[in-house]
């Protein structure tokens, strides 16, 4: 079923800020908060650097109304860097890898194009991109390629 939710980034801290998040909301984190270190080696990508491994990748709380908060650490190492403004994204779960494509180009049009839309090691079709006025945007799509 398509769902909306928010994907926070923070620099190194995600485990602290979700824990925090999960005393005041409740509830448990939806399954077991994936690791850098659970990157599989990928070729033509650089090994994980050790003080990396262990921060959070993805990590996901449902909040009020079942809203789905999601975050990750985004270390300098992998060529992030976290300021106020792009720090939030509106993560979008379309049913359909052609909406998932339909609504990735709309909102790309006129933007930037952050990771094209592809295949990814966790199963889903994922892209993401800042549209023109500025708004990030992630998609994931569950929808398998025939």
Same mark, same amino acid.
């Given at each position: ?9 923070f ?10 998040y ?8 939806f ?7 659970d ?12 003080? +990396?491994?262990n ?18 650490? @985004?270390?300098?190492s992998?060529?992030?860097?976290v ?11 379309? +049913?359909?890898?052609e ?6 180009? @709309?909102?790309? +049009? ?25 708004v990030n945007?992630m998609?994931?799509c ?5």
């Amino acid at each position: 079923m398509a769902s909306t939710s928010t994907y926070l980034n923070f620099p190194r801290n995600t485990e602290e800020v979700f824990s925090f998040y999960k005393s005041i909301f409740g509830g448990e984190f939806f399954g077991k908060p994936m690791r850098f270190g659970d990157i599989p080696p990928m070729e033509g990508m650089p090994p994980i650097a050790e003080e +990396d491994k262990n921060l959070i990748m993805h990590i996901e709380l449902a909040i009020v109304g079942g809203h789905m908060l999601m975050g990750t650490d @985004a270390p300098e190492s992998f060529g992030f860097h976290v300021n106020f403004g792009n720090n939030v994204h509106i993560n979008l779960q379309p +049913d359909t890898r052609e909406e998932t494509k339909k609504l990735f180009d @709309a909102l790309s +049009d006129g933007g930037k194009v952050s990771m094209p839309l592809q295949d990814m090691f966790w199963g889903d079709y994922y892209g993401s991109c800042t549209d023109k006025f500025g708004v990030n945007w992630m998609f994931n799509c569950g929808e398998k390629n025939n």
